[in-house]
């Protein structure tokens, strides 16, 4: 018997979706681009509920705005949109490289930032969690906001509340990259990684974002890591974080981080890679992404130097050739 088809609703406002949710609750599901639901229903893991609840004419889901010290981007903005605003992609990087990274060109069209972080297993969410991403949500006829990372690890046991909506994903301005990456008080560096078996359509092995500052001491500060990938439910590492604050930027810098990460990160397995193999990949990409920046610093801090030299010789050459 072919299957009943769905009844669709189109709520104008978020306070009208909720309302919709709450009353037919298991029943009806919201739907933003419909890319990762199609692919659950396809493969026989989600049944296609009683109703679905169309979020695409929500106004408060829509667009990109700097608002309360934080960037805040709509849960309807496609994961192309992502990629290419200049507001992200200058100043959030990480994160136009996450979106880059998931899927092909016409799923990114269609998905959406929103669907992404509610799947708790995307690849937009290390970014996040590595800007401290801040999540908002429609609960009945309340807003609420909440750290992506608490989110995150109230999940792990079980959604904590299905029928909420989220509205934005906050970005605050303070974790954005300063202009030319200096921010004045040492240099700061970022990177996104996503490692897999095939760079899209397959779930990855390990997805990685870090970011941080090397002071003008030359020490590590504000170091943010997040890892994820696969069905590993993705987090930031806070004890990792604390004793790399104002540890040297060298190499000693560079082992501590893998062999932390080695004992800190549990990655779930899949029928393809063990637990242990994601792991020693976490630890390898994020120990190699930290010795880059610390080659970096010291690559440029040797540039400079020798440039300050040069100048400080030039007016000695010049009075040399004045007098003689
Ligand atoms: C070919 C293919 C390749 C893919 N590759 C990747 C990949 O490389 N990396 C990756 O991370 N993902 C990948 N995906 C999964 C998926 O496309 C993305 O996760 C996408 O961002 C989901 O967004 P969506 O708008 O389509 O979500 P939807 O399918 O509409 O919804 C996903 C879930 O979120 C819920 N939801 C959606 N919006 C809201 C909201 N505002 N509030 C509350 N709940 C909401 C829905 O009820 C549903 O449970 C792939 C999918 C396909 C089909």
């Known amino acids: 018997m072919p299957a009943p088809i769905p009844a669709v609703w189109h709520p104008q406002n978020a306070e009208e979706a909720c309302r919709l949710k709450r009353r037919f609750g298991e029943d009806a599901v919201y739907v933003s681009g419909g890319t990762l639901l199609r692919t659950q229903w396809e493969a026989g893991d989600r049944q296609v ?23 805040a981007i709509g849960a309807l903005t496609t994961l192309t949109a992502c990629r290419r605003e200049p507001g ?11 979106a880059r990274a998931i899927a092909a060109p016409p799923v990114r069209n269609l998905a959406t930032i929103g669907g992404n972080v509610l799947s708790e297993v995307g690849d937009s969410l290390p970014a996040l969690l590595a800007y401290e991403a801040r999540l908002e949500w429609q609960q009945g006829e309340e807003v609420r906001t909440q750290a992506a990372a608490e989110w995150l690890e109230r999940t792990r046991g079980g959604p ?36 897999g078996r095939r760079e899209t359509f397959v779930p990855s092995s390990v997805t990685m974002a870090i970011r941080g500052r090397i002071d003008g001491g030359g020490r590590l500060r504000d170091i943010r890591l997040a890892a994820g990938g696969g069905r590993t439910i993705p987090k930031r590492f806070p004890l990792l974080e604390e004793r790399l604050e104002g540890a040297a930027a060298d190499d000693n810098a560079v082992l501590t981080l893998h062999r932390l990460l080695l004992e800190q990160y549990a990655p779930a397995p899949d029928p393809f890679e063990s637990a242990d193999y994601r792991k020693r990949v976490a630890a390898n990409v994020a120990a190699s992404h930290l010795w880059k920046a610390i080659r970096n610093q010291e690559g440029e801090r040797r540039a400079g ?20």
Request: hydrophobic share 35%; charged share 30%; proline share 6%.
């Open 88 to 98: 992200v992609q200058n100043r959030f990087p990480l994160l136009a490289e996450a």
């Open 49 to 71: 509920p009683a109703g679905l609840i169309d979020l695409t004419a929500v106004k408060e889901l829509r667009g990109l705005e700097e608002e309360g010290g934080a960037l």
């Open 160 to 195: 904590e509340d299905a029928n909420r909506l989220l509205l934005r994903i906050r970005l605050p301005l303070e974790a954005a990259e300063p202009d030319g990456g200096d921010g004045g008080n040492g240099r700061t560096f970022g990177f996104y990684e996503k490692i």
């Open 305 to 324: 130097d020798a440039a300050q030299s040069r100048e400080q010789r030039r007016p000695m050459a010049d009075e040399a050739g004045r007098t003689g």
